[in-house]
Structure formats: structure tokens, C-alpha cells
């Protein structure tokens, strides 16, 4: 019977701060009974124990009397007893009584505490208790259940049922109404103070209290599965984890998160996490007591304890205790269940458990994360826990902009997170990080300065990190950094803490999601600090750095362009090795041509910093020269500016790596070292503008055409990209474009100039569905874009189905259909339905669809059709069908 103030367990899990072992409800189940038709136990529950306390005194043959004044582990203040005064029968009642001690004693109250250990221990079944709750600040009365033998590990390993508790009934509650809930709860997972706690409030109904008559409380407790329940009324539920895994049989998740295990193999001795039905698999036993005070109802309610309430004593009143089994299934207890509509839906009796959850396996890719630089980053905004202030960017001298935390005289922790319940952006979503391909080189690394040191001015800064929900995290005072100094005000401090020691913290940096930086708890009032540059990293990232211009499509941030000759270059089908290629062409005003970055030009301000790949990166683009310039003899020019022409590089086409002039009418490619330009006078960490021309004023005539154009390094390790081109002229190797079920042959068909080769259907008389599907055997692994991927394609609907009340749909499968998401089109990030005769772009975020249930890791079927049976008549085309990072 663990348990603490219900406001304050939100508070420090919201913190993950070392707590108290504590249980009560999250939320409070209000129901009407006149309103309820409450179900008895069905004719399979047999009883196999009972106490009805018919007796003259109590059974020490079911029941043992514990004597101590340990204060049940939450400062509690009474003695437990085995005296008549506090322990009980009569008219068939027992009575469980708190009274004053007697002066000198060494707690100011005694009552009893009993319990059935080695006496009745049961796993699986009904138990129920027919019970009249006392009254009054500071009293907590329980029936409960721990494990007899504690086989998984220590409390809370093995885990606690509480069956009833219930604190101060009919005092002053918080919202100035009469104290008259009662709570049912677990508690289970890692060793305290890192325990875990689920648990339900009930409010009894208006002009109700369990303190002024007997109501019968029990749970129902199956293999998995967890109900509470008052007169009859299922009002909670738990259940186990249900985990989620890939095709390949990995974990990516919790498809329910409810409650866990977490103890040492015998075989191997390591510490391991369960989400099964472990530790309630296990003989537990009865436990009825009635505490006085501790750290619950003494921080609830109207405080304290109220000794006038105790003078004459507080009863807890049971009138039978009962243990039933299920005969339909003894060994799970399955089979009996006491059910209503809606015992199994999180929007009313299930609860949600405090399960750690398992993280998608690791692209193994080290990508850096800046969460702070400048600018929010909208997937990790920066965060006020419980102060009520709002950190905001301001203006340093030193720094630029910087984020401004502010501690007032509430309590609070701050920094920046990434969860859903925090992002306002929307451009924002959460997006745990995962920084394990960095952990043997990676760190954590920001600036801070203190401008207000806090009230206590000695207190000890941390930083504190978090991963998945709090299912772990890690902190350390600021001046155990790889600099080693504590804070000083007015000064800017860089933090640098290597991800490795966090980890041997038991951080799980596979899915990082709060980064903290405060003065200890309770100590802060009065702190303003600045924060900058904040940053999950490594030296040396393996990812080279890579820049297509033009590849098949222009990269609308570095448009074609030219200069001064007033022509418009476009995009020109060559030949089917080069598809869609850019082509320019030179008039009578002298020019220079190319791609442009900057604003001005169209683009979009983004100069690329090649300066990691200086030694062995290079420019590169094929060209084809097709109408000559008046003077053929001109010699063709390639240059390279920087930030805003500040410095460039301007060289012959035949001082390229392959020493060539153009030839009219053949494809040539044309490479150019960077640590050439760099020689030449180019700043390659901002380049924004190449061009390709013939001779300043000596062009007039040519016509040429520039493909494949990027800057990048050809010697670096390649980086698995994760994508998947499904269709784009042409049909993906081993995938083919299908009709489930209608007979037909969907075809390649041309459209306009854009989309050139698209992929025709056409829907007939018979119901089918249509798409790409895989050959057997075959899919597609999206998990490397789990965090910013999409599944995506263009439409046109070229004749609309016959019926017009027929929906739009995309349905993707992965292997065997396993599992499947099926959406509307208007659903998708776009918001729109068809519209025939216009090509359209559908959008669909891969953290959506694997959040609806879809196992990403072996993708292998989409499809886009009308609704089932009303799509007579269609014919439409889908091309740049893409799984891909955009």
C-alpha cells in the first residue's frame, strides 16, 4: 500500500526525479448507477477461499498479524499491532482500528496490518472484499496483494495489486467538493526509486461516500489482463505490453503500453526488460491494513492528520473477503470475464501503462542533431516543465540569438523536448533522436551563460537527458563535462558530455527526446541563463556531404539561370539515358548561364559548404553542346561563385579532369576538384552559384543542354539512402504494376511533357483494387525514414468511376499483409480529393502510417483505387510513385 499525493507523482514523473513509491489514479471514473447495468460474476467463477468472520475472533490460521513501526515505507505514523483494540470481530465484521497511542510510544497512532502469506496465495482469479471505509485527514486504508515469494526481484519487481485504497474520505477535496474516491493501482518495473506506477481514481456518485455504507470492491485478475471494479462496475483495466515488431522480427514499439517487468536472467545474470505478462504470473497473497498519515494523504486533501479525527478511533469495516476461480480456464483465469462496452478502450476503462518503449532498430547512420542554433528547431521546442514561464529567444552580444530560461519561485526543470504534447509548430513533430550509430564518439555539447545566479547561489547545476516518454534517462552535474567547470555568471561556458557516459547512466540514446539544464530542484529561484548551439553530434560524421543541382528535375533552391541575356532556360527531354535535362540558349546579348542559389535569382538563399570534402570532393556534370556558337572556336567556361561573388573560380572546360572540349552533339561529362577551385580563389564553404557558357559576348547561337549536375565527394563510403522509386517512367526492378482482382492489364502509357511515362488503370465491371506490387518474396525496408520519409505520387484522374459517391483511397501492405493502413486521399498532408483531367501530389508521412500500425520494415504492396465495388468506369494515372526522404 505504496502511495503519494497524487499532484505531486504527476509533477516528479513529469520530471523523472527520484520519487517515493507512490500509486493512485491518473484520472477519476464518474458514473451514475441508475445508469449502469452492472454484471455479476458469471456462473464459472467457483469460490475457492473465503473469510466471512462469522467467528468470535480472527483466523490465524488464514491470516497474520505484522508488528512493526517501519511506517510502510512512506513516513506513515502508526505502530501495527496484533491487540484486540486494533484488530477485531464483531457481528460478523472485522474491524481494522486506528487509535492514539499512548503517550511515549514510538509512533503517535497504532492499528494492524494482516496478511494471508503462506496462508492462501493465489495467481489468477476474483477478489473481492465487502468493505466500510473510515473517515477523516490522514486515514488510508487498503486491501492490496503482493507476491509471496518475490521471484523477479525486490519491490517493485515483483509487482503490488492494489485492490482498494483510499485516503481522507469526507474531508475538503481539491476542487472544494467532499473527499469520496476511491483508487485501484500497480506498481511494477525498476527498483525504487525508478519504480513505476498505473492506477484509476473512482468518485463515488453525488450524496455518496464509501465511508458511510459497505460497497463490495474487486478486481479480476487473468493472465495479461488487470479490472477493477465497485458494486459490480468495471471502472479500470490493465493489461500487459503489446509489443510491435518488423518483419524481421524486431521490435519497433508498443502497439499497447501497459505495464512491464524488469529483472535479472538466471542464465545469462543480465538485467532485462519484459513486456509480457511478468510480474503478474506470479502467487500473490491478501493484505488488509489501515494506515495513519504518510506522504499521500498528508500532502492531500486539508493536510497532515487531523488527531480530533483518531481520538475515538478511525474503522475500517469488512464484512467478507472472497477469492474466486475461474473453472473455465484455472491456469490463465480466462474465460470468466465481468465486462462492459468500452472496459477495453483507452477513451474510457483502459489504462495506459509507464512500459519503456522499445526503440525501432537503428539505421546505423551517425546524422547530427541541432536542437538549438539560432533559430528553434520546430521538433524540439524549448520548455518550461513546471514554472509557467516562457523561454524565449532574445539577443546576445556574443552569441547572436541565444534562448532565455527564466526559474521563478515555483520549482521547475528545463530545456528542450520533443513530444507531442509539447509542439505547438506545426511545422513541429516529435521526434526522438537516435544517437546510438555516435555512441562510442558522440556527445552532447551547448553554451550557456548564467546572467542571474539562482537564490541559492551555490546550488548545483545538471544536465539531464531523457529517452521515449521518460522511459530512461541520465544526469550529471554540469562540472563532471568533459571542460569540468561549474558556472559562471556573466561568463559564456561550452558543456561537453560524451554520449558513452551517459549511456553507462542507462540512457537509451536510441531515442532521445528531452535535453535539461538547471540548478537542483527547489534551489533555482531567481536564475536567468542563456543557451545556444545545442547539438548531438560527433567529429568526423561519417555522411559526406552531397549537393544534386540537377539531376532528371532542376532543385528548385538552385533554379537554371541566366544572366543577361533575357532567355528563359527550360527543361528539354534528351535521350533515354538522360531523360529531362536543362537546356540553355544564347542570343545576341552577351551571357553567362547556369544555376543560382540566391534570392535574387530565384533561389532560395542556400550556399553549399563543401569545405568536409575539400581534399577529394569534386563538381561534376555532363553537357551537350547541340547548336555551336557563332564562333565555334570559342573556348567553353566553367565558374564558381561564393557567397554573393565574394570569391569564385573561373576555369576552361579542357583544365577538367577529363581535358576535353565540347563536341556538337555527344554527351561529355566534365569534372572539377574542389581543392582545384579552392586553389583558384574559391571560398568552397558557401558556394551558391556554377555557371557553364561559352566566352563572355562570343555565345551568340548556342544551344546546350547540362544533366547530372552535383557537387559531392566520389570516393566516400556510400550511405544506404532507405529509398524506394517505385515508378518514374518505368516500374522498380522486382515490383510490377497490378490489378488485384479485375482481369485487367494496367500499361505504360505517355502523358504530357512533365510527366512523361506514367502507369495507366483502368477499372471495369469487377471490384478489384489496383497498384504496385512486389514480386514474392520481395519488399522494401523503410525504417532508416521512420522520422521525416513519405510515401508519395502524382495522380491524374483521366475518367472519374461511374458512381459518384465512390472515395478515393491509398492502402500500403507489407509483407504477406501482415499489416495494412488504408487512407482516404484527402487525409494526406496535401488534404485533397481528385480532381479529373489535373495531375495531383499525394503525400503520406511515414511516422503516420506506422503510427496507424503499418510494419515499415518490409513494404510491399500500394495501392490507390475507389472504394471497393463503385469503381466502374475509372481510368487514371499515377506516376513518381517514391518512398523517399524529401
Not at 87 to 109: R, S, T, W
Not at 292 to 305: A, F, K, T
Not at 733 to 747: E, K, L
Amino acid at each position: 500500500m505504496n502511495i503519494e499525493k497524487t499532484h505531486i507523482a504527476r509533477l516528479l514523473a513529469a520530471i523523472s526525479l527520484a520519487s517515493l513509491a507512490g500509486c493512485g489514479g491518473d484520472s477519476a471514473t464518474t458514473s451514475n448507477f441508475e445508469n449502469i447495468d452492472a454484471s455479476e460474476p458469471v456462473s464459472d467463477w467457483q469460490m475457492v477461499w473465503s473469510d466471512e468472520f462469522d467467528g468470535s475472533a480472527i483466523d490465524t490460521n488464514k491470516w497474520n498479524f505484522e508488528l512493526n513501526c517501519d511506517g510502510g515505507g512512506n513516513n506513515e505514523k502508526q505502530c501495527y499491532t496484533d491487540s484486540e483494540q486494533n484488530a477485531f470481530i464483531a457481528d460478523g465484521v472485522l474491524n481494522i482500528v486506528a487509535l492514539p497511542a499512548e503517550d511515549g510510544a514510538e509512533k503517535p497512532y497504532t492499528s494492524a496490518r494482516l496478511n494471508t502469506r503462506y496462508n492462501a496465495d493465489f495467481t489468477y482469479g476474483r477478489f473481492e472484499v465487502r468493505a466500510k471505509l473510515p473517515s477523516g485527514q490522514g486515514s488510508w486504508p487498503a486491501f492490496w496483494m503482493l507476491p509471496t515469494d518475490e521471484e523477479y526481484g525486490t519491490w517493485p519487481r515483483s509487482g503490488e495489486i492494489d485492490v482498494l485504497e483510499s485516503v481522507n474520505l469526507k474531508t475538503a477535496d481539491e476542487d472544494g467538493g467532499i473527499e469520496s474516491s476511491i483508487h485501484g493501482t500497480l506498481h511494477y518495473g525498476r527498483a525504487w526509486p525508478d519504480n513505476s506506477y498505473t492506477g484509476q481514481e473512482y468518485k463515488f456518485p453525488e450524496d455518496t461516500n464509501p465511508a458511510d455504507d459497505f460497497h463490495t470492491y474487486a478486481i479480476e485478475w487473468q493472465e495479461g489482463e488487470i479490472r477493477w471494479y465497485v458494486d459490480g462496475y468495471l471502472y479500470a483495466t490493465q493489461r500487459q505490453s503489446e509489443v510491435r515488431t518488423n518483419a524481421n522480427g524486431e521490435a519497433v514499439g508498443l502497439a499497447h503500453r501497459g505495464w512491464f517487468a524488469e529483472y535479472f536472467e538466471q542464465g545469462s545474470g543480465e538485467l532485462e526488460t519484459h513486456w509480457d505478462s511478468a510480474p503478474y504470473d506470479k502467487d500473490f497473497h491478501l493484505l488488509l491494513n489501515l494506515a495513519v498519515g504518510g506522504d499521500w494523504p498528508e500532502n492531500v486533501n486539508e493536510l497532515g492528520v487531523d488527531a480530533s479525527a483518531f481520538e475515538n478511533g478511525q474503522t475500517f469495516a469488512i464484512d467478507y473477503v472472497r477469492v474466486y476461480q475461474c473453472a473455465s480456464n484455472p491456469d490463465t483465469g480466462k474465460g470468466c470475464e465481468t465486462i462492459r462496452p468500452g472496459y477495453d478502450s483507452l477513451d474510457d476503462a483502459l489504462l495506459e501503462g509507464d512500459a519503456p518503449i522499445p526503440s525501432p532498430p537503428s539505421t546505423g547512420i551517425a546524422t547530427p542533431l541541432t536542437i538549438f542554433g539560432d533559430s528553434f528547431n520546430p521538433n524540439w521546442p524549448a520548455w518550461d516543465c513546471c514554472g509557467g514561464s516562457t523561454p524565449a529567444i532574445v539577443s546576445d552580444e556574443e552569441q547572436g540569438d541565444v534562448v532565455e530560461f527564466t526559474i521563478g519561485s515555483e520549482p521547475t526543470v528545463v530545456g528542450f523536448i520533443s513530444r507531442d504534447a509539447f509542439i505547438t509548430d506545426e511545422n513541429g513533430a516529435a521526434t526522438p533522436f537516435d544517437a546510438s550509430p555516435m555512441l562510442e564518439e558522440g556527445y552532447v555539447r551547448f553554451k550557456m551563460k548564467v546572467t542571474s545566479a539562482p537564490s541559492v547561489p551555490d546550488t548545483t547545476w545538471f544536465v539531464k537527458l531523457e529517452s521515449t516518454e521518460a522511459s530512461t534517462d541520465a544526469d550529471m552535474p554540469l562540472p563532471n563535462s568533459v571542460e569540468g567547470q561549474a558556472p559562471v555568471v556573466g561568463q559564456w561556458q561550452t558543456y561537453t558530455f560524451l554520449l558513452s557516459d551517459l549511456a553507462d547512466l542507462d540512457l537509451d540514446v536510441s531515442s532521445i527526446d528531452v535535453l535539461m539544464v538547471f540548478p537542483e530542484w527547489g534551489t533555482g529561484e531567481g536564475a536567468t541563463f542563456l543557451i545556444d548551439d545545442v547539438e548531438i553530434t560527433q567529429d568526423n560524421i561519417g555522411a559526406s556531404p552531397e549537393l544534386t543541382i540537377f539531376e532528371d528535375e532542376q532543385n528548385l533552391a538552385w533554379p537554371m539561370w541566366d544572366c543577361c541575356g533575357g532567355s528563359t532556360p527550360v527543361e528539354t527531354m534528351d535521350d533515354e539515358e538522360h531523360g529531362l535535362t536543362a537546356e540553355f540558349s544564347i542570343g545576341a546579348e552577351p551571357t553567362v548561364m547556369g544555376f543560382n542559389s540566391r534570392t535574387e535569382a530565384g533561389g532560395a538563399a542556400e550556399s553549399f559548404d563543401a569545405s568536409s570534402i575539400l581534399d577529394e570532393g569534386v563538381i561534376q556534370f555532363d553537357l551537350k553542346v547541340t547548336s555551336t556558337p557563332s564562333d565555334p572556336a570559342t573556348p567553353w567556361l566553367f565558374k564558381v561563385e561564393a557567397n554573393g561573388a565574394t570569391s569564385f573560380a573561373e576555369l576552361e572546360l579542357t583544365q577538367s579532369v577529363e581535358g576535353v572540349a565540347p563536341v556538337t552533339g555527344e554527351w561529355q561529362t566534365y569534372t572539377f576538384k574542389l581543392s582545384d577551385l579552392a586553389g583558384a580563389g574559391l571560398d568552397v564553404s558557401t558556394i551558391d552559384v556554377l555557371m557553364i557558357f561559352p566566352a563572355w559576348g562570343a555565345g551568340e547561337g548556342a544551344v546546350y543542354r547540362v544533366d547530372n549536375v552535383k557537387i559531392y565527394n566520389p570516393n566516400a563510403t556510400p550511405v544506404a539512402s532507405g529509398e524506394l522509386n517505385v515508378f518514374t517512367d518505368t516500374v522498380a526492378d522486382q515490383w510490377s504494376i497490378w490489378d488485384c482482382c479485375g482481369g485487367s492489364t494496367p500499361t505504360t502509357e505517355t502523358d504530357d511533357d512533365q510527366h512523361g511515362a506514367v502507369a495507366q488503370f483502368s477499372i471495369g465491371a469487377t471490384p478489384t483494387v489496383m497498384g504496385f506490387l512486389a514480386d514474392e518474396d520481395v519488399s522494401f525496408d523503410a525504417s532508416a525514414l521512420l522520422e521525416n520519409g513519405v510515401v508519395q505520387f502524382d495522380m491524374k484522374v483521366v475518367s472519374a468511376p461511374s458512381n459518384v459517391d465512390a472515395q478515393w483511397l491509398f492502402k500500403i501492405e507489407s509483407i504477406g499483409a501482415s499489416s495494412a493502413v488504408e487512407l482516404a486521399l484527402n487525409q494526406s498532408v496535401e488534404g485533397q480529393t481528385p480532381v479529373t483531367g489535373e495531375w495531383q501530389t499525394y503525400t503520406f508521412p511515414i511516422q503516420q502510417l506506422f503510427d496507424a500500425g503499418l510494419d515499415i520494415s518490409a513494404l510491399n504492396v500500394i495501392m490507390v483505387f475507389p472504394s471497393w465495388d463503385m469503381g466502374d468506369g475509372a481510368l487514371y494515372r499515377l506516376d513518381n510513385v517514391v518512398i523517399a526522404n524529401p
